[in-house]
């Protein structure tokens, strides 16, 4: 199977347990929960993404025809060095294109595979770290993993509605919008007197890196 992805680049992981370790991020085009265009956001499923995930024009995107190649091209950009090899598969929604043989074509370059997915499709096997971040208005299919991301705060998604799920670090994100200052003292709010749940902020934002 070919795979459409938008760019690739080498940076820190910004968010979440991961956060700033040296990450090659692999962002695949196309969402199943918004068009990507702005004139759709409105009505999509999806509606506050601060991600241009549309084409494959980006640095280092394009259309790769196997795993092998995007394997390849992944490599590519970590360069030489062993030690510490970790990418992250985003996008866009990577569950619609990761499978199994890109997985292993990963894991044979010596990377550990990390996702990032909004959980409404199955994952294959031999991921490193799945890092599920769920829509309020989407079906959660992937209900374990490694950590929960929520964006808080979403309408019709309380965190008291993934709390008893199978992950092992519990994340609010406050929301990057317009709103963004009053998102991030309610998040700061709720971990306070919720201790089950962390903050994770967008560090590569405040610190000007992709
Ligand atoms: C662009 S998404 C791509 C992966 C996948 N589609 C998903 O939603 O998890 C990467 C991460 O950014 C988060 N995110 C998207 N828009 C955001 C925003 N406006 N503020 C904070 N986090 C956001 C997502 O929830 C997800 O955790
Ligand atoms: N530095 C950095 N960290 C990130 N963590 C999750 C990201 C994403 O867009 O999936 C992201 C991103 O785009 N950049
Ligand atoms: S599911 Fe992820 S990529 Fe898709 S629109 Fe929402 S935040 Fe963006
Ligand atoms: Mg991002």
């Not at 795979?3 to 690739?8: F, L, R, T």
């Not at 995107?61 to 992250?88: C, I, K, M, N, T």
Request: proline share 4%.
């Amino acid at each position: 199977m070919s795979y459409a992805v938008k760019e690739i680049f080498k940076t820190l992981q910004g968010e979440g347990a991961q956060m700033g370790g040296a990450a090659v991020f692999c962002r695949f085009a196309g969402c199943n929960l918004w068009s990507g265009r702005e004139i759709d956001r409105g009505q999509a499923v999806c509606s506050f993404c601060d991600t241009d995930f549309v084409g494959i024009d980006g640095s280092g995107g394009g259309r790769f025809a196997d795993a092998g190649a995007l394997a390849d091209a992944v490599e590519a950009e970590w360069g030489d060095s062993r030690p510490g090899r970790y990418v992250v598969l985003t996008g866009g929604e990577p569950l619609l294109q990761v499978d199994q043989s890109l997985v292993d074509a990963l894991h044979a370059r010596g990377f550990e595979v990390g996702i990032e997915t909004n959980g409404t499709q199955a994952a294959p096997a031999g991921l490193d770290w799945v890092c599920v971040s769920p829509k309020a208005d989407a079906e959660l299919v992937l209900r374990a993993g490694d950590e929960l991301k929520l964006v808080y705060p979403q309408d019709k998604a309380a965190p008291e509605r993934f709390e008893h799920l199978a992950f092992d670090h519990f994340f609010l994100q406050p929301m990057d919008s317009p709103q963004a200052t009053t998102n991030l003292e309610a998040a700061i709010a709720y971990c306070t007197n919720n201790p089950r749940w962390r903050l994770s902020l967008q560090s590569h934002k405040m610190i000007g890196i992709r």
